[in-house]
């Protein structure tokens, strides 16, 4: 993927831009808001991580110009500002995620790639098969071998975001956003509960187990070998 | 408010007490004054008239004593003067007395002259000395009191209606001077329940009189602003503290990231996870003094709580269960209050995250939710070991663990949240430690 990265603490910078790039993207540095939307409007990204703050001009106004000039390219906002509100106020700016400071950067690598395949996948397919496992988000119904799996409508959604995003590192708060929809600070791993569940449920009729655990950053479905 | 109002009371009883003596102090003067001491003189000018009347018995016989009482009779004097003679043999020799005793006792007595004067009936008292004289013959010898009677009487009188009427009027003002002292020593203390709740801005209100308790106000008010500001100072320095630390840790933590995959990797890790530990007490710090310092907008929105608390009694059931808890719910449905819904699920989670790490195995935890009038009770009760009393009031105190919670994880900043969120929601949190640890929160309820 291409990569936008505009972030004026340079050592920060260096960091994202590195771990990015061992992942296989081409990662350009701006480091403040003058120059991130000059690049951004001469040239075509994948994904933009976007500082909040920046010199010049704000990550917000960035965002805007961008928007207004009918740019849809996915945006990551890094904000230093964790409030519900402030991400928010981001979202509605026409940011794609928020990621606030300081984060890890297994959650941001995580995060970028999922914002890139939600645009080269626009289209998601009706169904969803890894191996003998069978989704169907439609008729929310699970099946494995031809069985069919019971599960709660959260652990459904649990194994649909993940489907939705096989190949790829889904990171526990991203899971709390978009499975439970509410923004909030875990004080502990209870997730990890609801996943452990749901893998009872889905191991029960197979060998092989569907949802890796990915340490220190998330959960992941492989990619079914097409 | 128990002490105060028997303050009042009792000053109300001792102004009573003050009132009644002075009082009966004013009425036993006036009784000694008009009526002791002039009763006193008319006994001793009857004495005084007596031994006179004596002399001339001595001298002049029985007959001279007559003539002597007639003369006495006759004349005008400001007390008209009463008298009767008997013989031996109990026959009035002279007399204006229209009545007397026929039985014989020496001493003082009252006796009733009806006396025909100026044409009219008139009853009249009089007080008479009753004496035998060395020939056998009985004297009595008296003058009107009628005048000292009637004194008496009326004073009595007066006695009789004004003390019922002082001791209502006393009580009335003193009913009124507790009273005026109550709103005020009330309002004093309305001030400090709202700093105690929380509210430092609170102050108490001035009558402007400029008396005894506008400046015990102006006093306080003035003690208050300082503390607001040492606190707001306090507050201000940790706060910024916490946001110098923010920047560092977080390179430490990418920088740490970085040699993650290296040989050293254990030590590694454990540094990092250590720098995570930090970040998250520093972010938790901010949050809540951001919350606190109402530099946290609050959105405010009609929130679904009956379905809010039904996901977080879901997001915890896998937790409980995984414990061998029992989580139960008893939520009323659609509840609806006002507020943030992040940060209301947020607090929930934090209850209940509480609940199921003090619980014991095989212990129970609910979580209830009721309409209580214009506000919604929402209780999470646990069979933990609850807390020890001297412990309750600082359960949302930054950083403070209970002893016993060590083996716990948690950085003692849960509850501390739950607090600042409860507060920016007009509500407060109650601390009960009966069987287990029992949290009552009350938010209004929306207007639906």
Do not use: C
């Not at chain 1, 910078?13 to 540095?29: C, K, N, T």
């Not at chain 2, 007595?109 to 000395?129: P, Q, S």
């Not at chain 2, 606190?292 to 039904?310: F, W, Y």
């Amino acid at each position: 993927m291409h990569i936008l990265l505009v972030e004026d603490d340079e050592r920060i910078s260096g960091f994202i831009a590195r771990a990015l790039r061992e992942e296989g993207h081409v990662v350009d540095v701006a480091a403040d808001g003058k120059t991130g939307l000059t690049r951004a409007a001469s040239e075509s990204y994948d994904v933009i991580v976007l500082d909040r703050m920046l010199p010049l001009l704000d990550g917000l106004k960035v965002l805007q110009a961008l928007r207004a000039m009918d740019d849809h390219t996915p945006v990551l906002i890094l904000s230093a500002l964790g409030d519900s509100d402030e991400r928010v106020r981001g979202l509605r700016a026409g940011g794609d995620d928020y990621l606030a400071k300081p984060f890890a950067l297994d959650e941001l690598v995580a995060r970028v790639e999922v914002l890139g395949r939600r645009r080269s996948q626009l289209a998601l397919p009706a169904r969803l098969a890894f191996g003998d496992v069978v989704i169907d988000p439609v008729a929310r119904v699970v099946s494995r071998g031809g069985k069919r799996i019971e599960l709660t409508n959260r652990e459904f959604r649990i194994l649909e975001y993940l489907a939705r995003n096989a190949g790829r590192v889904v990171t526990r708060s991203m899971l709390l956003e978009h499975v439970w929809d509410y923004n909030f600070d875990p004080q502990t791993n209870i997730i990890d509960q609801h996943v452990s569940r749901l893998r009872q449920k889905l191991d029960r009729l197979g060998s092989e187990p569907l949802i890796e655990t990915v340490r220190g950053a998330g959960y992941s479905i492989r990619q079914p070998a097409s | 408010m128990t002490l105060l109002r028997s303050l009042s009371f009792r000053l109300v009883v001792l102004y009573l007490a003050v009132f009644a003596a002075s009082a009966a102090t004013i009425g036993g003067f006036l009784y000694w004054v008009e009526i002791a001491q002039p009763l006193a003189e008319v006994r001793s000018g009857i004495r005084a008239e007596a031994e006179a009347l004596d002399e001339v018995y001595r001298r002049e016989g029985p007959g001279g004593l007559a003539a002597a009482l007639e003369r006495r009779a006759a004349r005008n004097a400001p007390r008209a003067p009463y008298h009767a003679l008997l013989d031996a043999s109990g026959e009035a020799v002279t007399a204006n007395l229209p009545s007397w005793p026929g039985t014989f006792v020496p001493g003082w007595k009252r006796i009733e002259a009806d006396v025909a004067r100026e044409g009219d009936e008139d009853e009249y008292e009089a007080l008479v000395l009753d004496r035998r004289l060395p020939g056998g013959e009985r004297l009595l010898l008296g003058r009107d009191v009628d005048d000292i009677d009637e004194l008496q009487e009326r004073v009595g009188d007066t006695m009789l209606w004004i003390v019922p009427a002082l001791l209502i009027l006393g009580t009335l003002g003193g009913a009124l001077m507790s009273r005026v002292i109550g709103k005020r020593l009330e309002a004093i203390s309305d001030a400090a329940l709202a700093v105690i709740d929380g509210d430092l801005s609170s102050r108490i209100e001035m009558r402007g009189a400029s008396d005894d308790f506008d400046r015990l106000a102006a006093t306080l008010n003035l003690m208050l602003e300082r503390l607001e500001r040492s606190l707001e100072a306090v507050r201000r320095v940790s706060d910024s503290v916490a946001h110098e630390l923010r920047t560092p840790v977080a390179r430490l933590q990418t920088t740490l990231a970085e040699f993650r995959d290296r040989p050293e990797r254990e030590g590694i890790s454990e540094a990092l996870a250590e720098a995570r530990r930090l970040q998250a007490a520093i972010d938790a710090v901010l949050r809540i003094s951001r919350i606190e310092a109402g530099r946290h907008e609050i959105v405010r929105r009609p929130v679904p709580l009956s379905e809010l608390l039904g996901d977080v009694a879901e997001y915890y059931q896998p937790e409980a269960e995984a414990r061998d808890q029992v989580l139960e719910t008893d939520i009323a449905p659609a509840l609806t209050v006002e507020g943030d819904r992040d940060l209301l699920f947020q607090g929930f989670a934090n209850l209940l995250d509480n609940a199921v790490k003090f619980t014991p195995s095989g212990g129970r935890i609910a979580l209830s939710a009721a309409a209580e009038g214009a506000l919604v009770r929402i209780e999470v009760r646990d069979s933990g070991p609850g807390i020890a009393p001297e412990y309750l009031g600082r359960m949302t105190e930054r950083f403070f663990r209970a002893p016993g919670a060590e083996g716990v994880g948690g950085l003692g900043l849960g509850l501390s949240l739950v607090a600042a969120i409860a507060g920016a929601h007009g509500s407060r949190l109650a601390f009960a430690s009966d069987a287990g640890l029992r949290v009552t929160w009350r938010l209004p309820r929306a207007n639906a």
